[in-house]
């Protein structure tokens, strides 16, 4: 794809890139103090860098390569993924955002460990952190393959020796940064990335002449409805709901920036600023895929390398190193938002509560090992589990069995008991985890059995204990 002078110049350019991004990370490290500075960014974030963390976050290397992917492949039916993500940061914006942020001001919370700690006790921990480890080392994960499938095709190594490499340069990053790096980077990620992937969905539909070209090259082939955003299966849609979609609700590294914000001013006007400029770059990605099928006519190329593809096809090779970095952009601001998101777990929610007697420095100390622990997971998982979004969806299909439902009535029902709510964590999980494991027998997803257990557990024993509880006292009484 690319000649053996451009690949030099390109490998000096992602190194040169990675180092930047290291020294700055060093730099923060040593305006990085204390735990909570390394965690929720000392609280005091305003709204331009929590917009374009929030940005950073949200778009990854799934969404420019795997989404891409998938528009070249299934079509314009892939948008339901952005449709059922919208429904859902509306959601979260309108009746979850101020309650979250409340808590953790009051409670000076961390993770979501915190919350369903306070809301169910002690034992709700040990669930939580397994739920939310599996979301984000299999997320973290999918952004270690991004970074080798951007080595292999611009300086032709190996993916295997890739994944090691984008694991050891990612790792290392976060180890020494902390959130307060990860916001600062986040602020240079989240704008090259939009004004990138907004000038390429242009450019695309320039050179594939508008709509009406796309649309007639698709007729000619007999493959109009690829165009059509209900080329999809309900099914499909509704695995895109409960996995991706809701998992915004219980997403830890989104809680983590409500709670990083100034205020709750800042964390609502940054998320809604950032979520629907995010989503719309996940819509124009899909788009981009769709385009270069049937307008840039790219028909005899591995789907998996389309965004390399497209950015060859319309741009000198100059602008086409400016994509490249665009697209390190978008892996790196998620990759490290991740992987910080799955290690506050482990320090918080397994340290903390267990050896309250370490002191702010030890715990930094504890901050960084976390660190360490969830990247070799993610590795693990980046080697044996194929496929960008498959790897993204698996991982968030096991959180949101274990931890919507207890959240959610959680925050909204006080009924809730605590033993439900430990039943519900617990039976979710295992089951989803077990179903994934067999291979997803009758061809159903883990998503599908799972969540309604879980649900259903939580009603269930809820009935049960408050029952159980009302006799107890007419019976002291």
């Not at 009535?409 to 039976?427: E, P, Q």
Request: proline letters at 2%; a positive charge.
């Amino acid at each position: 794809m690319f000649s053996g002078d451009e690949r030099i110049i390109l490998s000096v350019i992602v190194f040169v890139y990675f180092i930047f991004l290291f020294v700055l990370a060093l730099y923060m490290n040593r305006k990085t103090k204390t735990y909570e500075d390394y965690n929720v960014a000392g609280r005091s974030v305003s709204i331009i860098p929590i917009i374009l963390t929030f940005i950073g976050t949200g778009v990854g290397g799934s969404t420019l390569l795997g989404y891409m992917e998938n528009g070249y492949i299934l079509g314009m039916g892939e948008q339901w993924i952005h449709i059922t993500m919208f429904l859902c940061v509306i959601i979260f914006a309108s009746f979850l955002l101020k309650r979250i942020r409340s808590l953790g001001e009051n409670h000076n919370m961390v993770t979501v460990g915190d919350y369903t700690s306070l809301r169910y006790g002690k034992q709700a921990r040990i669930p939580t952190v397994i739920s939310i480890l599996f979301s984000y080392c299999a997320m973290t994960g999918m952004q270690f393959v991004a970074i080798a499938t951007i080595l292999n095709l611009t300086i032709g190594l190996n993916v295997t020796l890739g994944i090691f490499i984008g694991w050891a340069l990612l790792t290392l990053k976060t180890y020494f940064g902390g959130l307060k790096a990860v916001i600062w980077q986040d602020v240079i990620h989240g704008t090259i990335l939009t004004m990138g992937v907004i000038a390429l969905f242009i450019t695309v539909l320039i050179v594939a002449g508008g709509w009406e070209s796309i649309s007639a090259y698709a007729s000619t082939n007999n493959q109009e409805d690829m165009l059509s955003i209900m080329n999809i299966e309900p099914s499909e849609i509704f695995i895109y709901l409960l996995t991706l979609a809701v998992f915004q609700f219980i997403r830890q590294d989104l809680w983590q920036r409500v709670w990083a914000a100034k205020n709750v001013k800042t964390a609502r006007n940054g998320y809604w600023i950032s979520m629907i400029i995010a989503v719309l770059i996940g819509a124009i990605a899909v788009a981009i895929g769709v385009f270069s099928r049937y307008g840039l006519r790219l028909e005899n190329i591995d789907p998996v390398l389309i965004y390399y593809g497209v950015v060859e096809d319309v741009f000198p090779f100059s602008l086409v190193v400016v994509m490249i970095i665009v697209l390190l952009a978008a892996v790196i601001s998620s990759a490290d938002s991740f992987l910080l998101a799955g290690s506050s777990s482990i320090v918080n929610d397994i340290i903390r509560p267990n050896f309250k007697h370490l002191n702010n420095k030890k715990m930094l100390i504890c901050s960084r090992i976390s660190v360490l622990i969830v990247s070799i997971v993610a590795l693990v998982l980046a080697l044996s589990v194929p496929g960008l979004v498959n790897l993204m969806v698996t991982g968030t299909a096991m959180s949101v069995s274990g931890l919507l439902a207890p959240v959610m009535f959680g925050l909204f029902w006080k009924r809730v008991t605590k033993a439900a709510g430990v039943a519900s964590m617990w039976g979710g999980l295992v089951t989803a985890v077990i179903w994934q494991v067999l291979g997803h027998p009758f061809g159903l997803h883990p998503i599908f059995i799972g969540l309604p257990l879980s649900i259903a557990i939580l009603l269930i024993v809820t009935f049960l204990t408050r029952h159980h509880n009302q006799n107890a006292g007419l019976t002291m009484k």
